[in-house]
């Protein structure tokens, strides 16, 4: 009896050890577990979240074109990105008065070609002379670019001179719109437009200048053009009481005097190489073309 007693006593103790183990291994567990860290969503998968910062939002800053643009011929067939300033930085002598189109001076661009009457911005009457060409707006320059002659040559070396009676304006810079004669003096027709360079020009065969005053004109208010000028006219002034005059110029070529000031009176033409024409006698006959015997030098 009492050895079942003892024995009895030996397996409670035995349990009351095990249960303790027991208690202590899960307590010690519960207290090493690391508490769940939060959920990263920006950094990639397949790296920590404390090792990578989250990737940069891309940006456009070219502007979406708009659908109803139509879009330029240049466009389609990516031609060398015509020049928006002169190739030469350093302006020959004497060229001061000129504008952007400066003597001395290669331009390139694109033509295209029109059907020409040779009429249009600049003013001028229809001609024989269907060699002429529509300017790009920003070398046309508020009609600076107006009877220049220019010399356009293509890729192959064939080339043409015409004279700028018209205005492209949705044409980019160096681009000029040929008359169909003058881009068939330099490729097909069926071509559309090719890539050339261009320079001004001074023709040997020019005759000389005219002058008209516009419809309209009288002693207190005038317009005034000049007609077949071998060079680009750089300023026109008129003789007043008290000296010389000059006459701001008009989008469609003509020089204007608001108030009439030297309507009817002598006009001194300057060209961008600095040379004056005076010119004498040309009274107020409104539209008429008036000629005169002077014409600018050669260049």
């Known amino acids: 009896m009492r050895n079942r007693l003892l024995w009895i006593a030996a397996a409670t103790a035995l349990i009351v ?18 508490a769940a ?15 990578r910062a989250p990737a940069p ?8 074109p708009s659908a109803s643009r139509k879009p330029s011929a240049s466009a389609t067939s990516a031609p060398p990105k015509p020049s928006a300033s002169p190739t030469s930085q350093v302006p020959p002598p004497g060229a001061s008065l000129a504008g952007r189109i400066r003597p001395g001076v290669s331009y390139r661009g694109m033509a295209t070609f029109y059907d020409s009457d040779g009429t249009g911005a600049c003013m001028y009457d ?29 890729a192959d070396g064939r080339s ?6 018209n205005e492209c304006p949705e044409c980019a810079p160096g681009h000029l719109d040929l008359s169909a004669e003058a881009f068939a003096a330099l490729a097909a027709p069926s071509a559309g437009q090719i890539p050339i360079t261009w320079e001004l020009a001074s023709p040997s065969d020019a005759g000389a200048l005219a002058v008209r005053y516009k419809t309209g004109s009288s002693r207190h208010w005038c317009g005034i053009q000049v007609i077949g000028h071998r060079n680009p006219v750089a300023r026109l002034e008129v003789g007043t009481g008290s000296g010389w005059r000059p006459l701001p110029r008009a989008e469609y070529n003509y020089f204007l005097a608001e108030d009439g000031g030297g309507c009817g009176g002598a006009i001194r033409v300057t060209d961008i190489h600095g040379e004056r024409l005076t ?3 040309i009274g107020i006959r409104p539209d008429a073309v008036q000629p005169t015997r002077v014409q600018f030098a050669r260049h």
């Open 279 to 281: 010119v004498q006698g």
């Open 17 to 34: 050890a095990s249960l303790t183990v027991v208690l202590l291994s899960d307590g010690k567990a519960e207290a090493e577990r690391p």
């Open 57 to 64: 939002r891309k940006t456009h800053s070219a502007a979406k």
């Open 160 to 165: 043409v001179t015409v004279r700028v009676t």
């Open 37 to 51: 860290a939060p959920p990263v969503t920006s950094s990639p998968a397949n790296a920590p979240a404390t090792a």
């Open 126 to 154: 229809a001609s024989d002379d269907v060699m002429t060409a529509a300017m790009n707006h920003t070398d046309y320059e508020t009609a600076k670019a107006c009877g220049a002659y220019v010399t356009v040559r293509a």
